[in-house]
């Protein structure tokens, strides 16, 4: 069973930075690729970014790339997201996803993931 904890998440002003973190456990982490995903009020869940098991392929939505990145470290088990100009539009919880894959491409489907954390907020005011 693989254990996703999100952290780092918090309030900041539009045009800031915050990073989030995700520890995993209970995997042999370098076979997994990584997600983000983020879910406002009243949305659906959607795709941020994605890095597989390697570190060598990464992917980003549209609508985040150039100001997010994504990064894993497998000897600490962890995945980053680093987030800079961040707008209002950006408020969601943020949630690590796993899929045990050894693919070039990760998962950028929701579905296509096995595992999730619970989740961390982050607001962005304007």
Do not use: H
Request: aromatic share 10%; glycine share 10%.
């Amino acid at each position: 069973q693989v254990q996703l904890v999100e952290s780092g998440g918090g309030l900041v002003q539009a045009g800031g930075s915050l990073r989030v973190s995700c520890a995993a456990s209970g995997c042999t982490f370098r076979r997994c690729a990584m997600g983000w995903f983020r879910q406002a009020p009243g949305k659906e869940r959607e795709f941020v970014a994605a890095i597989n098991w390697s570190g060598g392929r990464r992917y980003y939505a549209d609508s985040v790339k150039g100001r997010f990145s994504i990064s894993r470290d497998n000897a600490k088990t962890t995945v980053l997201l680093q987030m800079n100009s961040l707008k209002p539009e950006d408020t969601a919880v943020y949630y690590c996803a796993a899929k045990l894959s050894t693919e070039l491409d990760p998962p950028r489907e929701r579905d296509e993931y096995d595992y999730w954390g619970q989740g961390t907020q982050v607001t962005v005011s304007s």
